[in-house]
């Protein structure tokens, strides 16, 4: 598949609207502001495809992309504190309902930050995906924030952390330096070949 022919195709506000799964997807979750939106931007080479914020705790959708016969899933980002009950409550709907719907599920990437531990709601989401026999890969976000040193000590703890065996990768990520693009796209052409 090209990444470079990825396009928008439409954002869904409950999980009910969803349409039928008819291509292997690629699933991106992650933390609100954990910048999965620069990295969708990155992966697929297009400045505006994903929009970032500057202000974490936009609106829950969920939003499909379109290339070339897989379809690109981003989930909402979750965990952000300051928005309202119910918007909390519209972000677990469209996150569970989308896993609990009968879907060609071919990759799920967990967005972490690499600066910080996982949250509790990162671990939940890792232990799901686990527990739900998903395949995943858990990608770590920001990393020109970090020298290299702090990188690989950073990348052991979260593994510590997440308890992540040796077949799940972790894949070390800088949207803003490119670093991790291209293991990442070998690992999602692996995953929907
Ligand atoms: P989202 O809420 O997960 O979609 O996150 P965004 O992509 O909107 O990014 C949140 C913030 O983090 C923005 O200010 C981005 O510019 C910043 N950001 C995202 N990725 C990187 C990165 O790789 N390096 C650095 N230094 N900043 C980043």
């Known amino acids: 598949m090209n990444f470079n022919n990825v396009r928008f195709e439409r954002s869904f506000g409950t999980s009910a609207q969803l349409p039928p799964s008819t291509a292997p997807e690629v699933a991106?979750?992650?933390?609100?502001?954990?910048?999965?939106?620069?990295?969708?931007?990155?992966?697929?080479?297009?400045?505006?495809?994903?929009k970032v914020s500057q202000t974490p705790g936009k609106t829950a959708t969920i939003n499909f992309f379109?290339?070339?016969?897989?379809?690109?899933?981003?989930?909402?980002?979750?965990g952000y504190a300051k928005v309202s009950k119910s918007e909390k409550e519209r972000w677990?709907?469209?996150?569970?309902?989308?896993?609990?719907q009968d879907r060609a599920f071919a990759l799920v990437v967990s967005l972490i930050d690499i600066r910080h531990a996982a949250s509790d709601l990162d671990v939940n989401m890792v232990n799901f995906l686990r527990e739900a026999d998903l395949p995943f890969v858990v990608v770590l976000t920001k990393a020109d924030?970090?020298?290299?040193?702090?990188?690989?000590?950073?990348?052991?703890?979260?593994?510590?952390?997440?308890?992540?065996?040796?077949?799940?990768p972790l894949?070390?990520?800088?949207?803003?330096?490119?670093?991790?693009?291209?293991?990442?796209?070998?690992?999602?052409?692996?995953?929907v070949a």
Request: glycine share 12%; proline share 1%; charged share 30%.
């Open 28 to 50: 991106f979750a992650g933390r609100s502001n954990v910048g999965k939106s620069s990295l969708l931007n990155k992966l697929f080479n297009r400045k505006g495809l994903a």
């Open 66 to 78: 379109d290339g070339d016969g897989v379809r690109f899933v981003d989930l909402p980002g979750y």
């Open 92 to 100: 677990s709907e469209l996150i569970e309902g989308y896993f609990n």
């Open 145 to 168: 924030k970090l020298s290299r040193q702090q990188q690989n000590k950073q990348k052991a703890a979260l593994k510590r952390q997440l308890e992540l065996g040796a077949d799940t």
């Open 171 to 191: 894949v070390v990520t800088s949207s803003a330096k490119g670093d991790g693009m291209d293991e990442l796209r070998s690992i999602i052409k692996e995953a």
